[in-house]
């Protein structure tokens, strides 16, 4: 049996349009949009849902009643002790607010720290390019109002 070579050389381009396209999901993430799609689950519509205070009730799944038995064991229907008959779940400004949090990553970037370092030396320097730069701006102002008022007589 022949050993097989290496497909690709140290140093060498691949070949072009070879592997995975830019923004092509992998394995994993196609089967969870996959799965998110069959079941028709879309986390930011119910992220939305939940900071609107507007998710549906799960105990009585949008009917206002629940059934219970009483102490005859007779089965009787009463007001959703979760929702109390409104058909949307009751969420705690808690739960409210981690949401939003949550959907503000949908929508903008996350920002980074930035560290920056002091160095006295450096604002010496920033101070006199501060001073030139005024010096300049009342320098050009000064001209500038005299050739304005040379202009208007």
Known sequence: MQKRGKPFQKGQRRLPNAGRKKGTPNKATWDVQAAAEKYGCNPFEFLAQAVNGDLPCNVCRGVGKTKYMDKKGRLLMRTCESCYGT??????????VRAASELAAYIAPKRKAIEHSFDP??????????????????????ERLKKDKGESK
């Open 87 to 96: 058909l949307r779940e009751k969420l705690s400004p808690d739960t409210r």
């Open 121 to 142: 030396a450096q604002q010496e320097q920033m101070e006199e390019r501060l001073c030139k730069g005024r010096e300049f701006m009342e320098q050009f102002l000064t």
